[in-house]
Structures are given as structure tokens and as C-alpha cells.
């Protein structure tokens, strides 16, 4: 029970995230002042007075929720992704200080390059330009060693290690899910290809509707442990046992989907092909190979389940050791970490007829594709995105890598993704200067 409580900060987040997106106050943000904020010394003392102690009753109002982002360990059930004793791939450095650097917003206006980052309440930033650390930011109490919760950006990293194993010749893309996984045979997935899994364009019945308790967002906070079922409640408790009870609503090929159960169950299928959990995949395959700094790691349900569509925490330097890895064609420090094949397919995108599905108009002209988003402007740009303004994002022709780490109040991406465009081409036009 204890467990589930701890647990209830990221669900009450969410919550409270969707009610300022649709209630329209969305423009009565709360001031980012990292300064001031840092002051409030959260968790600080022993024991920390009352006023300073972050909860599960807190933890997702603002400004804890800037806390919450980065302790997600001290709060709920992880399972470490080791970086294992080897040397730590050092970071050439050329720095330059870019915080004026001036552009224009979305809405015209100007901006530096630092205004940005206070208006989407940036925690940390970390931008490498052919492989050399230029420009380097943390606020918020943060620092280099501190990982942050990265949400969805999860969900690439378990993308491109699917699409590694389709590349190996290990995972059939046009094989059934239940080739693989066969309890999910009466489910959505049951008639459903690899590929619709991989690019979100599987008919699954999966409505996100936080004001109606009969919705399936419900019952997934429940199996994950997030949220405390009622005593009603007779439904599944582990995540595995909750893909099983989804039903297919619609056409399984037929137009792009956000749904976030797709990457629950990619990563059911490559734990199932290797034998492996996620996070010693993880280990072995990259944080061990690259040299990360830190371990990283991921949130777990009551079964140890890891939620490899948004559980992932690392640190933004670690995150740029993997995006230079992903700009130089899956090869780091003379070593090839993923084949320059997968690398190219994921670069190349999916289909963008079928992404107009998704309504998403803050990202006209993007498409999806082994869970990751393309942007298909003149650059080539690829990016892997989370709620609440958490990014990476990959320009091969500005030969530039850019982690964004962030603790914005509203989880929504559109509420700052257009501002954060004007950014990514004003840091591409810095760094080529």
C-alpha cells in the first residue's frame, strides 16, 4: 500500500497537467525562477521542516514538481541500468557562450537564447557541435550528475533497440505480436503486426479521458501502480496483465496514433527475444559501451515490469553521449554501437500522410517511426520527446546534438514546441558561426 501512495505524485502530475490544458489558465503560469527556487531548499535538513519536504500529496504542484523531475528514485520502485567500470568516454570541450544569442519566437518576437530556457522552465541543457561540448547549462538545484525522469523520450531508446534486432535479422516487422508474445493473441495486438507496434499505428481501444474513471488511462495507472484502484475494482494489477485486457477499435495500418501501451509492448517483445530485463539491455548494449558518466534508470510496476514508454532517468550528458552516437550513424569512439542501416531508417521516417491522424498541428510535416520523430525539414532533424519539455534532438547537417531537460508545469508538448522550433534553428545557426 505504501508502495501505490508514493507512486500517486506522477498520476496526481498528470491529472493536474490535462485540467490546465483544457480549463484555458494555461497562461497563468507560475514565474521560472530557478534562482528563487533554489532558495526554498526542498528535502533540505535533517529531517527537512515541514514546509520543505516533498510528498506524494506535493510532489506535482509547482514549484516541488521541479524537485519530483529529478528525485523520481526517492519517491517510487526503480531498477538500476548499470555504466558498469569502465572509463568514462570524456567529452572534448569548446565551450562559447551562447545565453544572448538573439531569435525570433514563434510568435516574432525577440528572444535570447537564455530567455528561452527560463520560459520552458529548462532544468538542464547541453548542446555538442561536431562532437565537442559548447554550451553547457543546469539550474534548478541540478547539476552534471543528476538524473532527470525523461518521460517519453524512453520510448526511442526502445525503438531503436527493436529496430537493431530487425536489423539482426531477430524481429520480423511483419510478423504478429503474438509470434512473439502470445499471451496477447484476444487483445488489439492480436492480429497486429511488429511494424504497426513500432510506428504507433496499431487500432488499439486505449482513451486517455482523466475526468472518467471508465476509461482505459484508469486501469493502466492501476497496473502500474500509480494510482490506488478502488475497492471495487477487480481488474489487472500488473502491466503485462493490462495489455492483455486492450480490445483493437478500428483498422490496425490505417493512420498514426499516439498511444504509449504500443511501447509497453515493443519492450514485452524484445525482453521476450533477448531473455533480458530492459535495463540490463540497456547496460550491456549502450550506458556500458558509451561510457556514460552515471548509471541511469528506470521506473519498475510491482513485478518489476520496467515502463519503457516514459520510465527512463539519466543524466543530459549522458543523453548527449548517446544523440552524437545517434549523429555519427550508430559508431562512438571507433566502435559500432548500432548499424548505420538503422540509424538511416529511422532518419528517413515513416509515413506523414498517416501521421496527419494524429492532430498534432504543432508538428505539421513530422512523422513517426520506430518510435521516434522526424521532422523532415532541410536539415534532417530527428528528435526523441517527453512531456513536460524533455528532449533530444539531432541536426546531422549542423553536425549538433542538443538535450533539453526540463520541468515544465504543463505536460503538453504543444504548449512550448513551437517556440522551442525557433530555437533549434537559432542554436544550429550559433554553433555554425
Not at 34 to 60: E, Y
Not at 259 to 273: A, E, F, K, N, Y
Not at 365 to 379: E, V
Request: net charge neutral; glycine share 8%; charged share 25%.
Amino acid at each position: 500500500m505504501k508502495r501505490i501512495n508514493v507512486w500517486c505524485f506522477i498520476v496526481t502530475l498528470v491529472i493536474g497537467c490535462f485540467f490546465l490544458n483544457s480549463s484555458g489558465i494555461a497562461q497563468q503560469l507560475p514565474p521560472p525562477d530557478a534562482v528563487a527556487i533554489d532558495k526554498l531548499g526542498f528535502m533540505t535538513g535533517f529531517p527537512p521542516p515541514a514546509d520543505k519536504v516533498v510528498s506524494s500529496k506535493n510532489s506535482s504542484k509547482y514549484p516541488q514538481l521541479r524537485w519530483s523531475l529529478q528525485h523520481i528514485r526517492e519517491l517510487g520502485t526503480t531498477k538500476n541500468i548499470r555504466r558498469g567500470s569502465g572509463q568514462i568516454s570524456e567529452l572534448p570541450k569548446a565551450e562559447r557562450n551562447l545565453d544572448n544569442f538573439v531569435f525570433e519566437d514563434e510568435k516574432g518576437q525577440k528572444i535570447t537564447i537564455s530567455e528561452w530556457q527560463k520560459k520552458t522552465y529548462t532544468d538542464a541543457l547541453v548542446v555538442l557541435h561536431k562532437g565537442k561540448l559548447v554550451y553547457e547549462r543546469y539550474y534548478n538545484q541540478g547539476a552534471e550528475e543528476t538524473p532527470h525522469i525523461l518521460f517519453s523520450v524512453t520510448k526511442s531508446f526502445t525503438g531503436l533497440l527493436a529496430a537493431q534486432m530487425v536489423r539482426d535479422g531477430k524481429l520480423d516487422p511483419d510478423a504478429l505480436v503474438t509470434k512473439y508474445v502470445p499471451e496477447l493473441a484476444e487483445s488489439a495486438w492480436g492480429d497486429m503486426k511488429v511494424r504497426d507496434v513500432l510506428d504507433m499505428t496499431g487500432a488499439v481501444r486505449f482513451r486517455e479521458v482523466y475526468t472518467d474513471p471508465s476509461t482505459e488511462i484508469f486501469a493502466y495507472n492501476y497496473a502500474m501502480g500509480l494510482m490506488l484502484p478502488p475497492p471495487t475494482y477487480k481488474g489487472p494489477l500488473t502491466i503485462c496483465e493490462f495489455l492483455k485486457s486492450l480490445k483493437k477499435e478500428g483498422e490496425h495500418g490505417a493512420g498514426f496514433v499516439y498511444r504509449t501501451v504500443h511501447s509497453d509492448v515493443l519492450g514485452w517483445i524484445l525482453s521476450r527475444i533477448t531473455g533480458q530485463h530492459f535495463a540490463d539491455i540497456m547496460s550491456e548494449r549502450i550506458w556500458q559501451r558509451l561510457g556514460m558518466e552515471e548509471d541511469a534508470y528506470i521506473m519498475v510496476d510491482a513485478v518489476g515490469t520496467p515502463l519503457q514508454g516514459s520510465g527512463l532517468c539519466a543524466t543530459a550528458r549522458d543523453l548527449a553521449r548517446f544523440a552524437e552516437m545517434m549523429r555519427r550513424d550508430g559508431e562512438w569512439n571507433g566502435q559500432r554501437i548500432f548499424d548505420k542501416e538503422v540509424i538511416d531508417g529511422i532518419r528517413k521516417g515513416g509515413d506523414r500522410e498517416k501521421f496527419k491522424t494524429s492532430g498534432m498541428k504543432f508538428r505539421a510535416g513530422y512523422s513517426y517511426h520506430n518510435q521516434w520523430w522526424i521532422l523532415h525539414n532541410a536539415d534532417g532533424a530527428y528528435e526523441a520527446s517527453g512531456v513536460h519539455g524533455n528532449m533530444i534532438h539531432i541536426n546531422p547537417a549542423a553536425e549538433m546534438v542538443v538535450v533539453k531537460l526540463s520541468s515544465h508545469p504543463i505536460a503538453g508538448a504543444g504548449f512550448t514546441h513551437p517556440m522551442t522550433l525557433k530555437a533549434w534553428e537559432a542554436l544550429a545557426q550559433a554553433v555554425r558561426k
